[in-house]
């Protein structure tokens, strides 16, 4: 993939090999959840401007105020656009440090631990497009932005609902990410779905959050000017924070634990017309 020029027809085809390494198939035009992905991945979807506008972790926040106002943003401690910005940055002894132009890399410092700079510096030169052919990433501005540790907590559960023409539909639910990531999946209702997403499932599910229906009314709002889209969401049962908007999750390529559940998922998101 580093090999091939960018443009369409390389992203396309990267996309189209990537697709069918992970799933051990070919993408179709059948109304399934990968292959809806692999679809917003490859038709141009991504560089619709607003996609492009919220998968940018600074800007992202002006699109949440805009939709349910800016008490569900993580606060803003810094924007770093250089490395010598960095440098002379005094970050605090507890804080979330991430990039606001790649996906899910992070730094959670809690107890003043020494920052890994050369994680940090390696971060300002990439660009996520040339790994993942992403178009919605090509033209981001590489910057770091510093939030504080929210809940206090570094081992924090993410919610995150995946959204059809404006309707939460489905909810995943990732823990330990840490440690011994897992990852069980909900409807609206929170009823267990049988079946995993690439993560192995815990033992036990987790409890419904008192805060599931307020949770579903943010994301409702925030979902509702995309086709389908997935809203990131952390709480700690009583208020919620909007982690982020992702346009194509997993890259469009992952597994379903069985393989069958891709189906079950599918009509739960999109209706009955999977095929």
Not at 66 to 88: Q, Y
Not at 103 to 120: D, P, T, Y
Not at 133 to 147: G, H, T
Not at 195 to 221: C, D, E, V
């Amino acid at each position: 993939k580093h090999a091939l020029p960018a443009g369409p027809f390389s992203d396309s085809l990267v996309a189209r090999l990537h697709f069918y390494m992970e799933l051990n198939r070919w993408p179709t035009r059948a109304m399934l959840f990968n292959d809806v992905l692999f679809r917003i991945k490859t038709s141009g979807e991504l560089k619709n401007p607003l996609r492009v506008f919220v998968s940018d972790k600074e800007h992202v926040k002006t699109y949440i105020t805009a939709k349910i106002g800016n008490e569900h943003n993580v606060p803003t401690i810094a924007v770093l656009r250089t490395w010598e910005e960095v440098t002379n940055f005094k970050f605090p002894d507890q804080c979330c440090i991430k990039p606001t132009h790649l996906s899910g890399k992070v730094i959670l410092r809690k107890n003043g631990e020494k920052i890994n700079q050369a994680e940090v510096k390696e971060w300002l030169k990439t660009n996520y497009y040339q790994n993942s052919r992403q178009a919605n990433y090509k033209d981001l501005i590489p910057k770091i932005i510093v939030e504080p540790l929210l809940f206090n907590s570094t081992n924090l559960s993410d919610y995150k609902f995946f959204c059809y023409r404006g309707q939460p539909k489905m909810i995943q639910v990732d823990s330990d990410r840490q440690t011994s990531h897992q990852r069980c999946l909900f409807d609206a209702e929170w009823n267990p779905l049988p079946f995993g997403l690439h993560w192995p499932k815990p033992k036990n599910p987790p409890p419904r959050p008192r805060n599931l229906q307020s949770m579903i009314n943010a994301a409702t709002k925030l979902s509702e000017d995309f086709e389908f889209v997935r809203i990131d969401i952390y709480t700690n049962g009583f208020e919620f924070m909007i982690g982020e908007i992702t346009n194509c999750h997993g890259a469009g390529a992952e597994r379903f634990i069985p393989a069958q559940g891709e189906a079950i998922a599918s009509e739960l998101i999109f209706g009955k017309h999977t095929t």
